[in-house]
Every structure is written in structure tokens, then in C-alpha cells.
């Protein structure tokens, strides 16, 4: 072979192994040109639901190709201009061209630079249907006086409100200028003063480097509560007291987890609480976690959801996936971590419960989960990363690290954890990275339990390995034993003791009814225990799962006041798959959709519209 035959077959062998870590949901080249930091200043306009500004992107080129445009990804923005400038000198008109729109990844904003370019300067405006922001009334707030406004960038929404290279292999530190009406309160996933006073304009910075889908704002009339000198709580003023209530632990939280992983590596730690029509429970934003009010049950049975996000503060936004294939990294490290803190400040009963909750939902989905969509390292090419959003990449994960934690022991696992995450702190990384690092920290000096880890099987095959951990709970089992007892007409419903269980029992006993039940067996649940009146979000959901199922029509009113007052993808996804399997049902649903549809979230609009039929899929 001549030279130049070899120089190209190792050329064409490296990017083809450059290809599988390859992020399939951006147009953006940072093998050519890195962005490294973004400058916001934007206006936030309420009456034309607009955000408008510049973006100046600090880049740098990353090959020796000087003739490679920069690329940034972008959906339904307004691009008036684009700008570059060497350092600090004046800005030059640069060539720009939009491409053609993908219906997933938005549109490649393609941008010619002289070699010596270090800032480009792109004016631009939102989108009417841009997807990452939610625009609410006053009438859809707590408080119904004023609007508010907020982001939702993960995973690839960040470029519908900010141009730039919108995937989690570039880290960028940003600064932000935020102007909103004078009455209201910006925030961000960025330094927030607690004793910020309101005045219109805001500026912000984030210094340690993040991926995009980190980025948040959230503007309205938001009141601050402190925890801890570190901890805090926004809110709506008429929230934020009992918010502050349910998170009393959030400090003793941030604690346990630096003791077990090391230091709390962004200075504060405060969670937002969003409008019901938040579409997630929880979002890990640095610094500034977006939690649903649906969490705030009265009894903090429900801030496992805390510890998840306040997690992320080491999995997910410490050490990131390079791409959303490696999703799993960030959620399956975050709920072995959330299980950890809840055991550490709750203790193991408490854990272990969450733990077989966990399990039993997974087992479910896999039941009729494509094989494909079983697997940690899932191919989502062509889809939305939305699609990869099971118990998978979650409890699949979150087992397998459980799984090597009892291979290894809890004190070495522990110690491999920490090392990891001090060990690429503020880096994203590939599943193939963590093997290498696994294999090379935890693997190496034992070959029997290597092979015992299973890696390749836990990574690459659907389903879970014949030894995959079988979490336990003894209070769950007595409850299991109670719902076999009632469903067969053992034990009435009277004689249950319900009024003692925690929330994650009933959890527990409600899915653990074997099929298929009465109406009359519903109701002398529901005469004995009020549950169609339960205030706690995720036993109602439970509940009405059940009543829909078996159409226990005393439900009819509150199903559709859930679905219409909160907008949680989790809870409305499942309740209206179960009202479309009749056709009556369906009917309903539509009727009820109709009038929600307007009050969710994009992201919850763009998954219903497929389960009630009027979407693409
Ligand atoms: N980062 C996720 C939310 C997310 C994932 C949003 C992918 C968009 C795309 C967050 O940390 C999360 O996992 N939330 C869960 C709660 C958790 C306790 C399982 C949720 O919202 O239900
Ligand atoms: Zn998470």
C-alpha cells in the first residue's frame, strides 16, 4: 500500500469511530469551529411573547481546516443580522445562510468567518412556536395578576431561544443581560442574588462551563425564601412559603451527597417551583433547579425528586452525556445517587421502597418497549431524544450501577464514584469513555469480578442480565399481600390499614391490585380512603389510572381537573393512552384536550397530539 493509501485508510478508520460518538441531534461542527461562551442580551417582551436581543459567541477553531464555516443550530428564530470581530475591534458583516428546516433538529444556521474570527455577534428573535418557552397569562399563574415566562432547553430546545452549537458535547460559561416589565423578577441557571431587588434589568453569569441544554430563564413575579446560607426557594408569593416548608431538608440533602461524592461544586443551591403546567417533575438546571408544584404533597413524601435534581449537581451537570445516546449517564448515575442521598437523610426504608417502585415500573415498560429501545446505549437517529425518555436510560441505569456496587462493595464503588466525577468534572462524556474509565478504575485488577460486572451485557442488550439486582422492601410486601386480600374479597376495605401508609405504600398497594377489578371494589377504596380527593399528586395519578381503567365514573370530575391544572408529561401522557383505548373514552379525552391544549407546555402538546391523533406519528 502506498503512503498516501495508508494515511487515508487511517483517516476514513478515525472518523469513522468519530462517527458513533457523533451527537445525531445537531447541525453543529465544533470538530472546526467551538463556541466556548455566550453573551445574552435580550429583552423579554410579554405583549408580543418575543424574546429579542444579541448573542455574541466567543469561538475557537479546533482544526487546522481555517475554511470551515461556523455552524450553529437554531429552530424558528428571526436572524436580522450576524457580525464577527477579532478580539476586541469593530464587527464586519458576515455571510450567513439558514438551511432547510428539519422537522427534528430545527435549522443549521451556517456562518462564514476569516480564519482570525474570535466573536460573532447574531441579532435575532424567538419564534410564535418556539419550543423551549412556555408564555403564561396571569390567569394561567398562582397569583393571576401577572404573566410569566419560562425555558425549557433539554434536550435540544435550547436553540429555539438562543442560537448557538445546542449539543451536550460543548461546554460553554455564559454571561446574560435579561430585560423584562419592571414588576417582575428574572432568573437564571446562573449566580442568582437572593437579594435582588426588582428593577427591569438583570445581568447574569455562569462560570463554570455547561452544556446548552443547561441554559434556563424563568421571569414572573417570584419571591425568594432561604433555606440554608447556600439553599433557597423561588416562588410565586402565594407558593413559597409552603414550598420552603416541604424543602426544610434540601441543605441536610446537599450535605449527604457531598460527603458520599465530594464538594457542591456551583456555590448555591435554590429550586424554582413552576407553574402547575411545568412540564417535567424536575429539571436540574445548575444552580437553579425547576421543580413542578405538583411535588409539594404536605408531607415531603414526594422529595425524592429533590434529591434526583439536586443529584445532577454531580451526574449529569458535573459529568455530562456527549451526546443523548449517552443519556443513561446522566439519569441512571442520578437516580442511584437520589437513592443514596434519600437513604442517607431518611434512611433505608425509605430507599428501598423508592427502589422497588422503580423496578416495578421498569419491568412494565420493558414489557412492551421495542428491543432496540431496551438498551443503555439506545440509537435514537432520526428521533427526537424525547423518544428515549423510558425507565430505561433511568432504572436500567440506576440497576446496573446497584448491580456493581454489589459486585464490588459500597466503600470501593463509593470511592470509584468519586474519582469519576472528580476525574472529568466539567466534561461530557461517551459511554465508551466510561467503559474505558470503568475497565481502567474498577474492573482491572480482577478479572472474576469483571467478568461477573457484565459490562458489555448491562450496555449494549435489551432486557435486563438474569442477576440484574431485585430490590426489596418489607413494608411493600405486607402491602402486596394486603392488595392480593382486598382484590379477592379477603379483607374490606375498612379493614385495610391505609390511614397508616406512606405514600410510597399506597403507590405500592395501587399497582399491586391484580387485574381486573370491579367499579364497587374502587368504590369501597375510594368511601374508605377518599382517594379521588387525594392531595398527593402521584397517588391521584395512580388512582386515576385505575378509574379510568375500569371506569369508576365518581373520578370523571377530578380526572379531568388533573388533567386540565397541571401539565406534567409523566402524569397526561399515561391518562390519556388509557382514555383512548375505548371509544368513548377517546371521546372524552378529545373534549378534555381540547380545552387543556391550550394552557400545556410544546412539550406536552407535541406528545399528546400523537396519543389523541392529531400529530404527525
Ligand atoms: N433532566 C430530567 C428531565 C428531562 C429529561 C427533561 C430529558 C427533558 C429531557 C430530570 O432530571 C428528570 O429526570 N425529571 C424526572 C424526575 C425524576 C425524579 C425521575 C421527571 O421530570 O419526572
Ligand atoms: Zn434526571
Redesign the pocket.
Known sequence: MSLVRIAFAMFTLASFAGAADRDAHSFANPEHVRVKHVALDVDVDFDKQVIRGTAVLTVERTSKDHKQPLVLDTRGLTISAVDWRVDQGIYWKAKFDLGKPDPVLGQALTVQLPAEATTVRVAYATGPNATALQWLTPAQTAGKKRPLLFTQS??IDARSWVPLQDTPGVRITYTATVRTPKDLLAVMSAGNDPAAKRTGAYTFAMTQPIPSYLMALAVGDLDFRPLSKRTGVYAEPSVVNKAATEFADLEEMVQACEKLYGPYRWERYDVLVMPPSFP?????NPRLTFASPTILAGDKSLV??LA??LA?SWSGNLVSNATWRDFWLN?GF?VYLERRIMEAVYGKARADAEAVLGRRSLDRELADLPKPDQVLHVDLTGRPP?DG?TDVP?EKGALFLKHLEAVYGRERFDRFLSGYFAHFSFRSITTAQFKAYLAEHLLKDDPAKAARAKVDEWLTQPGLPADAPSPSAAALETVEAHAKAFAADKVKAAELPGKAWTAQEWLHFLTSLPAPLTKGRLRALDEAFHLTQSGNSEVLFAWLMLAVKYRYDPADERLEAFLTEQGRR?FLKPLYEELAKTPAGKERALAIYKKARPTYHPVSVETIDVVVGWGKR
Open positions: 433539554q434536550a417535567f417533575g424536575g429539571m436540574e425524592a425528586l434526583h435534581e445532577h439519569e442520578t424525547v425518555l433511568y409523566k
